[in-house]
């Protein structure tokens, strides 16, 4: 049997890594959604948004400068990218305010959350997976984020 001296610092740093947010074993031990959600800071992540290593936080992403390997991405894929510009009236829908949005009824580019569309209108996309075709087999889909309760939701499932 170990001394009890050495056992309250293990327990001690069991209950701290749990707690820690800054990893991802840390984070996903959380299971109160209350405590999920509540914002944290992570030095690393804040000190790069304020030295403009990522694009500024609820605008759309861009290609932040001096990024070469991501510019070199996007030229290579740049013209496989349909010119279908954002759904909503801007720059509100981008943060979550749909007033005053129509819509097309004909559904030129296949939105979902609109018609329920699931087969795509651009050439060369195939059909999203709407039916299991296995007889007896049971799907499950869903987009759970982005959400800050997530871990409750996995151990729901």
Not at 9 to 14: A, G, I
Request: net charge negative.
């Amino acid at each position: 049997m170990r001394p009890p001296s050495l056992l309250i610092p293990f327990l001690l740093l069991l209950s701290a890594n749990a707690q820690d947010r800054t990893t991802e074993q840390g984070e996903a031990q959380i299971t109160d959604p209350t405590t999920e959600c509540t914002p944290y800071y992570y030095a690393p992540v804040s000190e790069a948004i304020a030295a403009g290593k990522f694009p500024p936080i609820w605008t759309p992403a861009t290609i932040v400068q001096g990024d070469t390997n991501a510019l070199a991405k996007y030229q290579s894929i740049q013209s496989q990218i349909p010119n279908i510009p954002p759904n909503g009236n801007q720059p509100g829908s981008l943060e979550g305010d749909w007033t005053g949005v129509t819509y097309p009824a004909n559904d030129p580019n296949c939105w979902w959350t609109y018609t329920k569309c699931t087969t795509p209108k651009l050439p060369g996309l195939p059909p999203d997976l709407t039916a299991v075709p296995e007889p007896d087999t049971l799907g499950y889909g869903f987009d759970d984020g982005p959400n800050c309760s997530h871990n409750a939701f996995y151990d729901f499932l």
